[in-house]
């Protein structure tokens, strides 16, 4: 398979892995059931009795913090016959209470009232045994993350050293502005693909280029499961579109001058920029649907930015997106329609995807691995430097193989 030989050999993924049904319903119990998925931004539950409902891999959970400010989550069925619990995002008082027969539980999920039921004739009834199934949940940098397998590591270990490479952002901290929800038509890893390599950059993104050149480009990918690339510096001396708001405070010097481009694995498109923060989390509908939840974040010294002022970042952002969904939706269509078989990949340009493919096959053949970095000596782990070529390493890439 094309995929799993060393970048300077690789080939792309064939057309069914974007186009079948089969492959889909596949990947969503091999990959999204096995993964730590985002599901939302970690303010969505701030207000007190906030809940959020999310499907991953066809299963709908429920998001919320207990009294202790905890966070919990459950498969969104009464334990009673399997009702849907809650419709949609909403407020909690201190209970969820199905709707069907007005079972109750709190918000540590325990099952707390029973109406009518204990006083029906019923025999050795624990309500202790009944609570709500859990499933794990996780606060992770900025973002909301769920995982329902319990055989799938910690969250700490799976992004690896991604935390420390974050750690000057203090993205904890950070807060929404704005999210917006689009839909359209391509296949979720098409979305991915685009977002982790700069080969179209020039021709699908001209302004872009301005302020992210292609030189300027280097790896950002040590051990986790992302595959991420890093702008420095950042120019500005064409457009002002990223310079528009003042920077967060206490950044590093490498921070303030610079771009950072991270898919996390499976499902975030993650840009971090020294004054604003970019999310894209994508929900797999259908082989060739995706539905993308954008939410711009801001450091808490520019939480009260008006409108006005967010306007010029804010439209940047939307035109470069509409110049990747254009781009990738034509993307479907000749993988749909056009007879493709699987061509070369470009080591320059887009190892990370040969990381991000090897990483999807690992999940479908159930290897539990995470992927280690890929620095040179002469690649500092925070993107500075010479650009390295991923040639340099293929020895070392060949004996994994083998």
Not at 270 to 297: G, K, Q, Y
Request: net charge negative.
């Amino acid at each position: 398979m094309g995929t799993r030989r060393p970048i300077l050999e690789a080939h792309a993924l064939p057309a069914a892995v974007y186009t079948d049904p089969t492959f889909f319903a596949e990947e969503q119990e091999r990959v999204f059931s096995t993964s730590w998925v985002c599901v939302g931004t970690h303010d969505e539950l701030d207000a007190p009795g906030s809940a959020i409902v999310r499907s991953v891999a066809g299963r709908s959970l429920i998001l919320t913090r207990n009294q202790n400010g905890e966070l919990r989550g459950y498969f969104n069925a009464c334990r009673h016959r399997g009702t849907e619990l809650l419709e949609a995002d909403c407020t909690l008082g201190l209970t969820i209470r199905c709707p069907y027969h007005r079972w109750t539980y709190d918000r540590d999920g325990a099952l707390i009232a029973t109406p009518q039921f204990a006083d029906a004739g019923v025999d050795r009834f624990e309500p202790a045994e009944y609570g709500l199934h859990t499933v794990r949940v996780a606060s992770w940098q900025c973002l909301l993350f769920v995982c329902l397998s319990d055989e799938t590591p910690p969250i700490e270990d799976w992004f690896g050293d991604l935390d420390r490479r974050l750690a000057g952002y203090r993205l904890a901290g950070w807060r929404s502005h704005l999210t917006q929800n689009l839909e359209f038509a391509a296949n979720w890893k098409l979305v991915s693909e685009n977002f982790q390599e700069y080969y179209h950059l020039r021709w699908v993104h001209p302004e872009l280029a301005k302020v992210s050149r292609v030189q300027d480009h280097y790896r950002y990918q040590g051990t986790g499961m992302y595959c991420g690339q890093t702008t420095t510096p950042l120019s500005n001396n064409e457009r002002g579109d990223w310079d528009a708001l003042p920077p967060a405070e206490g950044l590093s010097q490498s921070n303030m001058a610079s771009g950072r481009f991270i898919a996390l694995f499976p499902n975030v498109l993650l840009s971090i920029l020294p004054n604003h923060v970019f999310v894209m989390r994508l929900d797999p509908v259908a082989p060739d649907l995706t539905r993308e939840h954008c939410t711009w974040l801001l450091p808490p010294s520019n939480l009260q930015i008006a409108d006005e002022d967010f306007a010029v970042t804010r439209d940047f952002w939307l035109d470069v997106n509409g110049e990747d969904i254009d781009i990738v939706q034509r993307g479907q269509k000749g993988l749909a329609r056009g007879s493709y078989t699987p061509g070369r990949l470009s080591p320059r340009f887009e190892e990370p995807l040969h990381r991000f493919h090897n990483m999807l096959a690992d999940r479908f053949v159930g290897i539990s691995q995470i992927p280690t970095g890929d620095e040179t000596d002469d690649q500092p782990l925070y993107g500075t430097g010479i650009n390295p070529l991923p040639w340099r390493s293929v020895e070392n890439q060949a004996r994994k193989v083998n």
